[in-house]
């Protein structure tokens, strides 16, 4: 396959066959095709949680998680989950510790238009402080509603925190202290962005009804 080295078959068992590839940009690749059904998944996780802030700027990768549905140069705020739905698709994001991940499941046939919005959306996002404050709103009101007005949700930052310390990585909230969040700027989303956002800290997963070759 031109620009592209020969896969390295990671996992085989029966009709299940998973290849591994690596594109010149250090970009991961695992494709699984499976034409049982005419749907296919689509997961982009970075190798950026929590524990890759820094002290007084906790919160940082769970704002990413947001961020990533906002505006790009080439669509406006609204446009990726619009033309998502137009298209039959179930979207999602999550972030923890170690990682945080974007996932879409569509019909078959869409592969196209994705990887086009995930591409666009990893190297061409609108950082302004419009956006930023817009979305540190939402995670205030997101920490308000399941940590400091939450039992459970307050009980497991304590514990935590309690565990590990509060100056560990492990020992602060994924979603930040509140402080923390509050004072996030906007240099520190460039910056953040600019350093994890990138192929090389990247793997695509790519599970059902796709041509592996086509797909590449």
């Known amino acids: ?115 086009g919005l995930e591409s666009d959306r990893m190297e061409n996002l609108v950082l302004d402080e419009g956006q930023l404050e817009s979305e540190r709103e939402v995670v205030i009101n997101e920490r308000l509603l399941r940590v400091d007005n939450d039992p459970e949700g307050l009980l497991y930052e304590k514990l935590y925190a309690l565990a590990f310390g509060r100056s560990h990585p492990y020992g602060w909230p994924t979603i930040g202290w509140m402080d923390d969040i509050r004072a996030i700027s906007l240099e520190d989303c460039r910056d953040f962005y600019g350093r994890y956002y990138a192929p090389n800290n990247a793997t695509i997963t790519l599970v059902g009804d796709v041509d592996r070759d086509e797909a590449m």
């Open 1 to 115: 396959m031109p620009g592209f080295e020969a896969p390295d078959v990671c996992y085989e068992r029966g009709e299940i066959r998973v290849d591994k590839y690596v594109l010149p940009n250090g970009l991961r690749v695992l494709i699984w095709e499976d034409h049982r059904v005419p749907l296919f998944a689509y997961q982009t996780w970075f190798r950026v949680g929590s524990r890759h802030e820094q002290g007084g700027r906790t919160g940082m990768a769970h704002l990413f998680e947001h961020m990533m549905f906002k505006a790009t140069s080439n669509h406006k705020e609204g446009e990726f989950d619009r033309i998502m739905e137009q298209h039959g698709a179930q979207t999602n994001a999550a972030t923890w510790v170690d990682w945080t991940y974007y996932r879409e499941k569509l019909p078959a046939g869409n592969l196209d238009l994705l990887c």
